[in-house]
């Protein structure tokens, strides 16, 4: 590799944590304790005095003199019992100081170590030959093991290691394996050896270290109780989970991306290139996830994945399969202008937030069965080249498939849409069908193309207002409700009912 490393740290070497123990702070004057003293100690001794003195009765000469001087007596043991108070008070001030001047120092000591530990494993990243820098990312994984106030630093020094520029070893043809094991067999016969450092395969050795340390690190400990006494009374093992870490592998190129499990509080993946499976099966990001125009070349598994902040997949390309089901979406959902080669699957998904699809091309098949859209659905100007499943989907708020293209069948059957249904200027090559549908408001297929292809039968008509159906359908009541029926092709029909046309049409 060649390169030399310089670690992200603060002036004077790397960022060290806060000290555990008080600061020292700068002795004060002696005289600032000497002249309280003194005078606490002369008060002392004169209040004893005056007030023995005002309560001693008259007595004859020689006993009056004799009294007077066991009160001097008493008042100068009492003055002797506050100095000694106050110098066992400054002994412990002193020993105070002393304990903490140590524990400073003991904690400079770490740190020096602790600098001069990172900064050689950082220089073995930078060596040529991938043993020493497999070295490097192990003594900086266990520095970060041992130093928690280290963690995030040590985590942003693999994720610039990972996002160096890298070309990933091609699988070689076999005239090529031909020639190789030629060159090796030339390398033995005159004795000298290949320069290290220098094979591509050895540096994604090096690169696929550095991933699952990073992914090892990120998983929370499987809790296990248990229910023997002697069992719960061993000492619990250091946990290797390195929570709250942050995550950025901007334009890096991932070799072995296994997050299954992990939790995350921020990861940026904008412009990174997942070459083999990408999988994030019950991930959590706590944080904002950016996977914005990331590249997954093979299968991307993002199955039972929580996102409790916003999940950005803008301008994404899945070459292959992706699976997004039962994922939970807290914050917005961007998937604009994302691009689905191949079977793409959101089922039993659910949005919280606004999830967006505008621009976005599903080239296989896109499947959002049960899925839950709580807040603003966008499908603007998007394009499915194959079958697009909604089946039993919900639309809380409103579903917008403006200008869509459907190439494939559209399938909305037992959908529910709580608010409008937009389908303006959208293109339906094959049969859109909402059988068993539940609308709460209209169905706007205005300017759409292939429109004689919508299937409604059956679906069920709810609330009441200025509700608009393709042309040929119409409402009519059945069973206690209303429901869509067909018609002889016609005009595109607009009905209005108030509640109580609607209750006289009830049974």
């Not at 008080?22 to 606490?40: C, D, F, H, M, T």
């Amino acid at each position: 590799m060649g390169l030399r490393w310089v670690p992200r740290a603060r002036a004077g070497g790397l960022e060290k944590a806060e000290p555990a123990s008080a600061p020292v702070r700068e002795p004060r004057p002696a005289l600032w304790w000497i002249v309280p003293a003194a005078l606490g100690i002369g008060g002392a001794i004169g209040l004893t005095a005056w007030w023995l003195l005002a309560a001693l009765p008259a007595l004859p000469g020689a006993a009056l003199a004799t009294a007077r001087v066991e009160i001097v007596r008493t008042a100068l043991a009492a003055g002797t019992g506050l100095g000694a108070a106050i110098a066992l008070m400054l002994a412990f001030r002193r020993q105070r100081h002393q304990e903490i001047a140590a524990a400073h120092a003991t904690h400079d000591a770490t740190e020096r170590r602790v600098t001069e530990l990172y900064t050689k494993a950082v220089e073995q990243l930078g060596n040529a030959k991938a043993p020493v820098r497999l070295g490097g990312l192990y003594a900086l994984e266990r520095l970060a093991q041992d130093n928690p106030g280290h963690r995030q630093t040590i985590v942003d020094v693999i994720c610039a290691y990972l996002r160096m520029p890298y070309d990933p070893p091609r699988d070689p043809s076999a005239h090529e394996k031909i020639r190789s094991a030629q060159r090796a067999a030339r390398t033995r016969g005159t004795g000298r050896h290949a320069a290290p450092g220098t094979d591509s395969h050895e540096e994604r050795q090096v690169r696929l270290t550095a991933e699952r340390i990073l992914t090892t690190h990120l998983r929370p400990p499987d809790p296990a109780p248990s229910s023997r006494r002697w069992q719960r009374r061993r000492p619990p093992h250091p946990s290797r989970f390195w929570p709250g870490t942050r995550l950025d592998l901007t334009g890096a190129t991932l070799l072995d991306a296994d997050f299954t499990g992990c939790q995350i509080t921020d990861v940026i993946f904008t412009h990174a290139t997942f070459t083999h499976a990408a999988r994030f099966e019950r991930a959590t990001f706590s944080g904002k996830a950016s996977f914005d125009a990331a590249t997954f070349l093979s299968e991307a598994s993002f199955g039972t994945a929580t996102f409790s902040g916003q999940a950005g997949f803008k301008e994404a390309t899945f070459s292959s399969r992706a699976d997004f089901d039962l994922v939970t979406f807290s914050g917005k959902a961007n998937f604009d202008a994302a691009a689905f080669s191949d079977m793409v699957s959101f089922d039993a998904a659910t949005f919280s937030h606004t999830a967006r699809f505008a621009g976005a091309t599903f080239s296989g098949e896109a499947w959002f069965l049960r899925t839950t859209f709580f807040n603003e659905a966008w499908f603007l100007r998007t394009t499915f080249s194959d079958m697009a499943n909604f089946g039993a989907a919900v639309f809380s708020c409103g579903a917008h498939f403006d200008s869509a293209t459907f190439s494939g069948q559209a399938g909305f059957k037992e959908a529910t849409f709580s608010d409008k249904a937009a389908f303006d200027f959208a293109t339906f090559s094959d049969e859109a069908r909402f059988e068993n549908a539940i609308f709460h408001s209209s169905l706007d297929v205005s300017e759409t193309h292939g429109v004689q292809r919508v299937e409604l039968t059956g679906a069920e008509v709810r609330g009441s207002g200025t509700r608009v159906w393709p042309a040929g359908w119409h409402v009519e009541p059945a069973d206690g409700s209303e429901v869509l029926r067909r018609t002889n092709p016609g005009p595109r029909q607009e009905e209005t009912k108030t509640p109580e046309e609607q209750t006289e049409a009830g049974p």
